[in-house]
């Protein structure tokens, strides 16, 4: 199956007593430009969020965001540093009776003062932290794949459609192209004989010249290269995958085709035909922007 480039996907889990909330999106870009969002301290986990994203993504811009709750504070100790406390008590009285000043200390002016307090934290487990993070991180992508897949299976269809619009034009062209190039070679036959009726000029000469700038118009070989792209593209979307880049490439020889088609064709109708042709062709180069 092929998968939009644009998508989003979320998973919120509480691991070992921490909420996990893991948001990503994505949308179009050339190559994959990955940036992950996450609170400092657990940034040693950064590299190893990026490689689970790249190994499911391989084009677009994606975001990854990450928040972590704890659910309890009981493991975080948090005491009074009292020589320090003492230190500023007594700095403060001092100051009051040397300069005659009101004693107005509070508890929240002393609690702003730094390292009044003492915060003793648990030694982390970083390994386990990562792990736990990277099976939120595996949901999230997977919600993300999920929705990228629903809009490449839209595209998909669009393309097989858009396709099977362009391959009935080219019929069209095939059938009116026989026609084309036998009412072109019979006009040039006959400027030929006009503007060479006092020559003397064998009339194999002028059948055989005429037959040979007649071909110039037969579109024959790019009709049938057409065809050969159509069914590239359907192949690719078969084997599903990455197939953007591929796509882009094969809708750029499809649109030269056509275009050497419309500079051969001398028929009003067939000129018709091949322009709703490139409009087919660009609303699919349009769509397959949107392909991983």
Known sequence: MV???????????TVN??????????????????????????SFAEDAVKQMVKASVSRGKVDVFITINAEGTSDVQISLNKPVLEGYLNAMR?????????NDISVTALAKMPEVFVVDKPDTDEEQLKQDLLSVVEKAIA???????????ALENDLRTRGATILNLVTQVE????????????????????????????????????AIFADKVAVDEETVRLRSHLEQMNSMLDAGGAVGRKLDFLIQEMNREANT??????????ARIVVEIK?????IREQTQNLE
């Open 143 to 153: 919600s993300y794949n999920a929705m990228r897949a629903t809009e490449g299976a």
């Open 279 to 283: 409009a087919e062709l660009e609303k």
């Open 261 to 270: 088609t419309g500079s051969k064709c001398t028929d009003v109708k067939i």
């Open 175 to 210: 059938q009116a192209s026989p026609q084309t190039v036998a009412d072109y070679r019979r006009r040039l036959e006959e400027k030929m004989r006009e503007i060479l009726q006092d020559k003397a000029l064998d009339e194999s000469r002028i059948l055989t010249e005429a």
């Open 3 to 13: 998968k939009s480039m644009t998508g989003y996907g979320r998973a919120v889990e």
């Open 94 to 102: 001092q100051m009051c009776a040397e300069y005659a000043l009101v």
């Open 17 to 42: 007593g921490r909420e996990f909330t893991v948001e990503i999106r994505s949308v179009n870009n050339r190559y994959l430009d990955c940036t992950v969002k996450m609170p400092r301290n657990i």
